[in-house]
């Protein structure tokens, strides 16, 4: 019987082992408003990025950015953004931004090199959503 328990022990000894350390998965954004290709008033409108987990909120304050562009995407000048509220249970960041100009076109970026999980988990490449403002 002794010897069996040894058997066994050893087994699991074996093949557990050799663990692997295991870096977190990617951290993804799961919506934004405004979102791509959206057309909203002129005028103050907050900027929400949600995230697939909890993000660190330090992060946050650099990590996303809003800046008007040309009609071919070039980026004529940054917007004043600041993080107003971060949702700790829906993982959801809320801006407020400088009023959007009218019949102006913008560019909504949460940075990859900012950003950080408080697992530590990046996102995979910088997002960028396009929007609009109404004439």
Do not use: H, N
């Not at 557990?16 to 295991?22: L, Y």
């Not at 008007?68 to 004043?80: E, H, K, N, P, Y």
């Not at 400088?98 to 490449?125: G, K, Q």
């Amino acid at each position: 019987m002794i010897r069996r328990w040894w058997l066994i022990l050893g087994v699991l000894l074996a093949s557990c082992g050799s663990a692997e350390i295991v870096a977190p998965g990617a951290l993804v954004v799961v919506d934004t408003f405004p979102g791509q290709g959206a057309v909203v008033d002129p005028g103050e409108v907050p900027i929400v990025v949600a995230f697939s987990e909890a993000v660190d909120p330090g992060s946050l304050e650099d990590g996303v950015t809003v800046a008007v562009t040309s009609r071919t995407g070039a980026v004529m000048r940054q917007l004043d953004i600041a993080l107003d509220d971060y949702d700790r249970d829906r993982f959801t960041a809320t801006y407020t931004v400088e009023a959007f100009p009218a019949d102006a076109t913008f560019l909504l970026t949460v940075d990859d090199a900012t950003v950080v999980a408080t697992s530590r988990a990046r996102l995979a490449a910088p997002v960028e959503r396009r929007f609009t403002t109404t004439p």
